[in-house]
């Protein structure tokens, strides 16, 4: 949506260039979410650091020489730390951000250590590996993930993550949730299932962008009491993308391609587009439906 968005805008017509760009902000996702989660183990490691320096003070307290360890002996951080699949992911991605912008660490170092998360969790000294899961998830769903400066490196340092963040933010939570055990297997997930996935993110832009003509043709007549100028282009991209999968793409259930657009339209586009797309949508599939049109493969696609 927003790369056909960004082509009406530029007036351009270079499908291929576009399309480039559209793989490559979908393949730098997978750099946002290592360096999200691996703000994670760069926090425990910094802390790590900063207790052994403190133990070698000339004069260390008695708390310095036998400090709390239970945060940089946590269970799940400890397993990112030691984890391949995510050593792996970082070194052949070549993520090094937090090791050339370590202050962010720090920042987010002392926000956590100032938080009341912090000091109800290091009350005790004893780790407990469900203790410790709910702690990796408060402090990522409370402290780093609302952080503005780190919102601000994130948007300066790519532009296109800023609606990315909330989808990679979500993911990592739902891996670290489904931990149950501090020998769990933790992976990197890949960005697409397999090719067919991939391969569909291709066909949806082509298809939609060299078939803009005959999809607008299909909505045109069903919308009487709107001016056509008056629609908002965001909308009318969403129905081509509806219109499409409707008629190009037998696999997609009607009802998925129905809700996924409308998701897009309240998040993007006016108050009232997604009841707006919404009928529009319901009429076209009745009509294409009468019509034989829809030629939807397997059961329940409807």
Same mark, same amino acid.
């Given at each position: 949506m927003q790369s056909i968005y960004a082509m009406h805008q530029n007036g351009s017509d270079s499908l291929e260039k576009q399309e480039k760009f559209l793989l490559h902000?979908? @393949?730098?996702?997978?750099?946002?979410?290592?360096?999200?989660?691996?703000?994670?183990?760069?926090?425990?490691?910094? *802390?790590?650091?900063?207790?052994? %320096?403190? =133990?070698? $003070?000339?004069?260390?307290?008695? *708390?310095?020489?036998n400090p709390n360890l $239970? &945060? !940089? /002996? /946590? +269970?799940?951080?400890?397993?990112?730390? *030691?984890?391949?699949s995510l050593s792996i992911a970082l070194e052949s991605r070549k993520i090094n951000n937090w090791k050339l912008n370590d202050d962010y660490i720090l920042i987010l170092r002392k926000e956590i250590k100032d938080s009341e998360l912090y000091g109800k969790y290091m009350s005790t000294r004893k780790n407990n590996f469900e203790e410790d899961k709910q702690f990796v998830l408060d402090i &990522? +769903?409370?402290?780093? !993930?609302?952080? *503005? $400066?780190?919102?601000?490196?994130?948007e300066d340092f790519k532009l296109t993550w800023v609606d990315d963040i909330p989808v990679v933010n979500t993911q990592i939570q739902k891996q670290l949730k489904s931990l149950e055990s501090a020998t769990d297997e933790f992976r990197v997930p890949k960005l697409y299932k397999d090719e067919e996935d991939r391969e569909f993110v291709t066909q949806l832009f082509r298809k939609t962008v060299l078939n803009e003509t005959e999809l607008a043709k299909e909505y045109i007549d069903k919308t009487p009491n709107w001016d056509t100028e008056r629609i908002a282009e965001i909308d009318t991209i969403i129905l081509k993308m509806a219109i499409c999968e409707f008629l190009k793409f037998p696999s997609i259930p009607v009802k998925v391609t129905i809700n996924e657009y409308l998701e897009l339209a309240k998040e993007y586009s006016?108050? %009232?587009?997604?009841? &707006?797309i919404n009928g529009i949508l @319901?009429?076209? !599939? =009745?009509?294409? @439906?009468? +019509? $034989? =049109?829809l030629n939807k493969a397997g059961r329940g696609l409807l």
């Open positions: 902000s979908i @393949d730098s996702l997978l750099d946002l979410y290592l360096i999200m989660l691996s703000s994670l183990t760069e926090i425990r490691q910094s *802390e790590e650091d900063f207790l052994e %320096k403190s =133990k070698k $003070k000339h004069l260390s307290t008695s *708390e310095e020489r $239970k &945060f !940089v /002996n /946590n +269970a799940v951080l400890q397993l990112l730390s *030691e984890n391949n &990522f +769903a409370e402290i780093i !993930v609302p952080n *503005e $400066k780190l919102y601000d490196y994130l006016t108050p %009232k587009s997604s009841i &707006f @319901d009429n076209l !599939v =009745k009509e294409f @439906d009468a +019509a $034989k =049109k």
